[in-house]
């Protein structure tokens, strides 16, 4: 089916994800309308870790959902790989999230009577299919697991309940792996192990990673930041570091207090932002900011 075909194969095999003008609107037959996503396009390209920041309401998970297939914009398009996500029938979308997609919540999400080996093969068993032994390996040994997997969920730290739903969502190679908030629940060391395992798999495996977070320092494990205001990308910065994302995020305050964000509608603006993914430096390479 052509709609299920990006136009161009040679920019899809480089882009693990992308939004095209996507609006989300709530209560449009009601009187009061809120515009969770208003116009976002962006890139996530593949083998890099984004993540997504942006004050409360600003429409982050909203965005993560649309991506994911979990919940449908009203308007606009969402293509994970070369296959279109938005249009997709039910079954459709069961399948899409099945096959190409991992995910890692906030609140673990394991299942308590399984151990932690079972849990973690638990989306490809759904899925009838058998794990890659050498893949598995190599994923327990990176989130050092080895001596706990007989363990069930209640017997493990948070951190490593959060490392299980991590290797849960790498064990089937998935195109993308959307993290909610992922060390919402965790300790600073928790988190910096899980945080530091995310990463390792983005540069060893090449998994590309979307993380939404409200945590400075575990956005500067990105290689780039979209920040999100009123349901428009306002902003990105590359290769971050946790101060730079401060001064940042003080910096888009300023621009909300004097109220320059909510005059600042132009979509192609936000666009311009968005489609720079595509000429992002290096991971590593020297910060850059850049407003939309
Ligand atoms: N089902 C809904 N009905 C009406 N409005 C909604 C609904 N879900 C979300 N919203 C509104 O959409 C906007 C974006 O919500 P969203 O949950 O995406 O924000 P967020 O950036 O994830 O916030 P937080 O950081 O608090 O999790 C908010 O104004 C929210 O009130
Ligand atoms: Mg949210």
């Given at each position: 089916m052509t709609s299920q075909t990006s136009a161009s194969d040679t920019e899809t095999s480089a882009i693990a994800v992308r939004a095209v003008d996507l609006w989300k609107i709530y209560g449009e037959v009601e009187h009061t309308t809120v515009n969770?996503?208003?116009?976002v396009s962006a890139k996530f390209e593949r083998g890099h870790f984004t993540a997504i920041m942006g004050p409360s309401g600003s429409g982050k998970s909203t965005l993560m959902h649309c991506l994911a297939g979990l919940d449908q914009a009203t308007k606009g398009d969402?293509?994970?790989g070369n296959s279109k996500v938005s249009g997709l029938s039910d079954r459709g979308l069961t399948k899409l999230r099945r096959e190409k997609v991992g995910f890692v919540f906030q609140q673990f999400n394991l299942l308590p009577t399984l151990n932690a080996q079972e849990n973690i093969l638990?989306?490809?068993e759904i899925a009838g299919q058998k794990a890659?032994?050498?893949w598995l390996d190599r994923v327990i040994t990176t989130v050092g697991l080895a001596d706990r997997l007989k363990h069930?969920?209640?017997?493990?730290?948070g951190g490593q309940q959060q490392r299980v739903a991590c290797a849960r969502a790498l064990v089937s190679r998935?195109?993308?792996?959307f993290a909610d908030e992922?060390?919402?629940n965790l300790d600073s060391r928790s988190s910096s192990e899980v945080l530091g395992f995310l990463r390792q798999s983005v540069k060893e495996f090449g998994q590309t990673i979307i993380m939404v977070t409200h945590d400075p320092r575990a956005a500067s494990y990105a290689d780039r930041i979209i920040f999100l205001s009123d349901g428009k990308v306002t902003a990105e910065?590359?290769?971050p570091t946790e101060e730079l994302v401060f001064d940042q995020m003080k910096h888009l305050d300023r621009v909300a207090e004097s109220d320059g964000v909510a005059d600042s509608d132009d979509v192609t603006e936000s666009d311009s932002a968005a489609d720079s993914a595509s000429e992002l430096p290096a991971p590593n390479a020297t910060p850059a900011v850049k407003e939309a």
């Open positions: 969770a996503l208003a116009g969402v293509w994970i638990l989306p490809l890659d032994p050498e069930r969920p209640a017997e493990l730290s998935p195109e993308v792996i992922p060390t919402g910065l590359l290769n």
